[in-house]
C-alpha cells in the first residue's frame, strides 16, 4: 500500500504525518496570535494520551467522550482514540447536563475529555448517575474535585504506561481494521431526541476519498475550523485538511470569527448558510449608509460579477471589455470584501442548510467560491456537492463518486412539495443507529438509507433539495406546505435574520421573524418612530405594517395556501444558548414554538371567528 493510499483514520493520520512534515500541522491562539504545533509534535501528543488511555484501561470498541468546542486538543484526543480502536463520542459543548446524562449513559462512556470547567462541572453535576464513566480529563487544567485529571498531564506522564508510545501506537494503530466503529454521532435533536448514529472508519474514509478528487487542497494552505467537530460536517473536511497537508487554524469562538479570519487569513472553510447572510448583511448594510456614488459603484460591480459567472462557470473567455470592467471593481470592490474574510480565501463550502441562489451568486460575483453540498449524518455526510469545475446555482451539485441516490416514489399531488423522498446507497452509509431496532427498520432498508429529504434530479445530474418529508404540514384546509420552501425565500433578505414558518392544523400559514434591527433601527429614525428597546420596537404598528409588507410582497406569486398571512416579530434572535438553534445554526422548530407558544396563539386569536350578535 502506498503513502497515497489508507483504509482507516489511523492510518490517514500516520500517513499525513509522513507526508507532510511541517511546523504549523495545527494553528491556535495563544497569548494573542496564532501559534503552530508541528506535525512532529502532534504525534507525540497523540501517542502519550493514547498510551496513558490504555494504561487507564480502555480497551478496543470502548466509548470515550469528547465535550469541547473546536481546539487542537479535540482533533488529538479524536486520534488517540481511534488509534487504540476507541469508539469516539463528540457531544456538543452547548448542551445542558440532562442533555449530556443523556449520551453518556446511551452510548455507555468508559471516559470523557472536557475543554474548560464550566464543561467539567456538567460532568461532576451528573457523574453520580453514571456509573461505567471510569475518568474526567480536562484540557484547561485539573479540577480540585477527586477523579478529574488534566490533559497534559496525562500526556507527561505516558512513558510510565509504555516504554515508548509512539512505537506502541502505530502498532496498536495499524491492527485497526476499516469495519470497525470509529464513531456514535448523536444527531442534533431538530426533531426530537437524539440518535446516535455509528460510522466506521470505513464509512467516513470512503467520504473523505470521494472528496479528494472534489477539492483537491494544497500543503501550504490554511483551514478554518469554526463549525463544530462534533457535528461530521466540520470533522470529516478537517481529516480531509490533515491528509492533504493543509495547516488547520481553530476559531476561538463564532462571535471571535471576523477576527480570527483576519489573522489566520484561511483559504478555504466550511460554513453554514446563516454566516453568509450575516456577512452578506453586514455588506448591505454599509453600502446602504455610503453615499450615493458609492452605491451606485457596488451595484455596478454587483452587476459586473454577475455578468461574468456564466463564463467562468464554463470555462470560457468573456469578452474584452467585460474583462476590463471586473479586472477594475475587483480592485475597487471585490478585494476589500474578500479582505474581511482575511484576503486569501479561495473557496467556501456550504452545508447543513440550504443556500439561497442569490446568495450564492452573490459571493460567486465576490470572488468568493460558495461550494454548496448536501449530507447527512448517516451518510459521513457528503452525498453530493457542487465543486471546482461542477457548478449549478441552486442545487446541491452532483451526488459524488462511489454513492447512489434514488429517489422513491412521487408523494400525492395534493401535498405541494415538488419532489420524492432521496434515498442513498454506497459506503458512506452508516450501518444504522446504536441500539434502535425500530428506527434501523424504518430508516434503512436493502442497502438503502431513508433520508427523510425530498428533492429532484435534473437532466445534468444535479441534486435540488425541496423540502423535509417531516417538516411537511398540512393546514386544517387539507393543504400541504413545506415549511422550508417559505423559509428559504427570505435567506438574505435585507429586513429579515431569521424566520420561522408556521400553520399546521391551522387555517392560514403564518411566521415568526427576526427583523435586521439594523435596518429596522434605520426605518424607525427615518419615520420619527421613538422606542427604548426592541421590544417596544417589533410591537409598533407601523413596524409591524412595514414587515407585512415585506413578507406580501415576497411571497405574492405563492399560491394561495402557502402565502404567509400574519407575522409576529421577536425582539431577539433565536440562540444557542436558549437552545432554539442546534450547533450548525439550524432553527429548533419544537424548542421555538415552546417558547413562544403564546405569541403564536395570539397569531391565530387575532382572525378567530367573531362571535355573531343575536
Not at 440518535?195 to 470512503?206: D, F, M, P, Q, R
Not at 456537492?385 to 463518486?401: A, F, M, Y
Not at 433601527?521 to 421613538?530: K, N
Amino acid at each position: 500500500m502506498g503513502n497515497q493510499e489508507f483504509r482507516t483514520l489511523n492510518e490517514l493520520f500516520l500517513k499525513a504525518i509522513e507526508n507532510h512534515p511541517k511546523p504549523d500541522a495545527f494553528l491556535s491562539k495563544s497569548q494573542g496570535r496564532y501559534r503552530g504545533l508541528s506535525s512532529r509534535q502532534a504525534l507525540a501528543n497523540v501517542a502519550g494520551l493514547a498510551a496513558s488511555l490504555d494504561h487507564g484501561g480502555i480497551r478496543r470498541g470502548d466509548r470515550v467522550a469528547i465535550l469541547s468546542e473546536n481546539r487542537v486538543e479535540w482533533a488529538l484526543t479524536d486520534y488517540a482514540v481511534l488509534g487504540l480502536g476507541g469508539v469516539v463520542v463528540p457531544i456538543y459543548p452547548t448542551l445542558l447536563d440532562a442533555d449530556v446524562e443523556y449520551i453518556l449513559r446511551d452510548s455507555g462512556s468508559r471516559g470523557i475529555v472536557c475543554s474548560t470547567g464550566a464543561q467539567v462541572n456538567k460532568v461532576l453535576h451528573i457523574r453520580g448517575k453514571l456509573p461505567e464513566l471510569g475518568f474526567i480529563l480536562a484540557m484547561d487544567g485539573a479540577s480540585q474535585e477527586p477523579g478529574v485529571q488534566y490533559w497534559q498531564d496525562f500526556i507527561d506522564f505516558s512513558s510510565e504506561a509504555a516504554s515508548n508510545p509512539e512505537d506502541f501506537f502505530r502498532r496498536r494503530a495499524w491492527e485497526i481494521q476499516p469495519e470497525e466503529t470509529a464513531s456514535i454521532l448523536y444527531t442534533s435533536g431538530t426533531m426530537g431526541q437524539p440518535k446516535g448514529v455509528i460510522l466506521t472508519h470505513a464509512n467516513l474514509v470512503s467520504n473523505i476519498l470521494a472528496s479528494l478528487g472534489l477539492f483537491p487542497f494544497a500543503s501550504d494552505e490554511v483551514g478554518m475550523s469554526f463549525l463544530p467537530l462534533c457535528h461530521v460536517y466540520e470533522r470529516m473536511l478537517d481529516y480531509h485538511y490533515f491528509w492533504s497537508g493543509v495547516s488547520i487554524a481553530y476559531a476561538e469562538s463564532f462571535d471571535a470569527l471576523p477576527n480570527n479570519l483576519l489573522e489566520a487569513r484561511p483559504t478555504v472553510m466550511a460554513v453554514v448558510p446563516r454566516v453568509l447572510e450575516k456577512v452578506h448583511a453586514r455588506v448591505m448594510e454599509a453600502v446602504r449608509q455610503s453615499p450615493a456614488i458609492r452605491q451606485k459603484l457596488f451595484y455596478w460591480a454587483l452587476n459586473v460579477g454577475k455578468r461574468y459567472l456564466p463564463y467562468s462557470f464554463h470555462s470560457r473567455q468573456p469578452p474584452l471589455a467585460l474583462r476590463w470592467e471586473h479586472a477594475l471593481v475587483d480592485k475597487l470592490i471585490y478585494s476589500k470584501i474578500r479582505a474581511r474574510l482575511g484576503g486569501r480565501t479561495k473557496q467556501l463550502i456550504s452545508g447543513a442548510a440550504p443556500l439561497s441562489r442569490e446568495l450564492a451568486e452573490f459571493f460567486f460575483s465576490m470572488g468568493l467560491p460558495v461550494y454548496e453540498g448536501y449530507g447527512l449524518t448517516e451518510t459521513s455526510p457528503v452525498i453530493s456537492v457542487n465543486c471546482p469545475g461542477s457548478v449549478k446555482l441552486g442545487t446541491v451539485g452532483r451526488v459524488i463518486p462511489g454513492v447512489e441516490v434514488r429517489l422513491d416514489e412521487t408523494l400525492t399531488s395534493q401535498d405541494g412539495s415538488e419532489g420524492r423522498e432521496i434515498l442513498v446507497r454506497g459506503p458512506n452509509v452508516s450501518s444504522g443507529y446504536y441500539h434502535l431496532d425500530e428506527e434501523n427498520r424504518l430508516a434503512f432498508a436493502d442497502g438503502w438509507f431513508r433520508t427523510g429529504d425530498l428533492g429532484a434530479l435534473d437532466e445534468e445530474g444535479f441534486l435540488t433539495i425541496t423540502g423535509r418529508k417531516k417538516n411537511l404540514f398540512k393546514t386544517s384546509g387539507g393543504k400541504y406546505v413545506s415549511p422550508e420552501k417559505l423559509e428559504n425565500l427570505f435567506q438574505g433578505h435585507p429586513c429579515v435574520s431569521q424566520i420561522l414558518v408556521l400553520g399546521d392544523a391551522r387555517r392560514f400559514v403564518s411566521a415568526l421573524l427576526v427583523p435586521n434591527f439594523a435596518r429596522l433601527e434605520s426605518l424607525a429614525a427615518q419615520r420619527g418612530i421613538t422606542f427604548s428597546s426592541h421590544a417596544e420596537l417589533v410591537q409598533n404598528p407601523e413596524i409591524l405594517a412595514f414587515m407585512q409588507a415585506q413578507v406580501d410582497e415576497l411571497t405574492a406569486l405563492l399560491p394561495p395556501h402557502e402565502r404567509i398571512r400574519q407575522i409576529a416579530l421577536i425582539p431577539r434572535e433565536f440562540s444557542l444558548q436558549d437552545g432554539e438553534l442546534s450547533a450548525t445554526q439550524k432553527i429548533k422548530r419544537r424548542v421555538v414554538e415552546e417558547h413562544f407558544h403564546a405569541l403564536i396563539d395570539e397569531i391565530y386569536l387575532r382572525h378567530a371567528p367573531q362571535p355573531q350578535n343575536v
